[in-house]
């Protein structure tokens, strides 16, 4: 197994994003269609959070069971902002895919923004990714 390899190797570049200004409702969208757990957040191209399923689980609670109407109420009480991960732990893209592990091993993180020098977001990795490049390891 490599021990440097360039998280680059792993990461999705160009995942999916919201924007800042973005509706909840478009946020719970692309998560679902596209079978994620985790979504940057951006404004310009500049990582300034996470959203997570977890986050909008929280805020569901106080919605209802009808999809439609919960992304209304959703949409008129919260927004992606209120709602997002500020406090972010990313990588920088000239890291390793041990240095992601070794994050990832020390806690509850399951997906890793990958960002360049101004932080810019230029992919992200998740533990699936991980497990995905141990496997042809073997």
């Known amino acids: 197994m490599k021990r440097n390899e360039p998280i680059s190797r792993i990461m999705t ?28 957040v951006i404004s310009g191209k500049k990582l300034v959070g996470l959203l997570s399923t977890t986050d909008l689980l929280r805020a569901t609670s106080m919605a209802t069971t009808d ?23 990313v990588l920088r893209a000239n890291q390793t895919v041990r240095e992601a592990v070794g994050v990832f091993a020390e806690g509850h993180i399951h997906s ?3 960002v360049d020098d101004h932080e810019n977001l230029v992919g992200i ?5 991980v497990l995905r490049y141990m496997q042809e390891q073997y």
């Open 13 to 40: 570049s160009e995942p999916l994003t919201i924007h800042t200004g973005q509706k909840v409702s478009d946020a719970r969208k692309v998560m679902a269609d596209g079978g994620f757990h985790h979504v940057p």
């Open 67 to 89: 999809q439609d109407a919960s992304d209304a109420i959703l949409d008129h009480t919260c927004t992606i902002v209120s709602l997002m991960q500020k406090a972010v732990v």
């Open 112 to 114: 890793l923004p990958v």
């Open 125 to 129: 990795v998740t533990t699936t990714d």
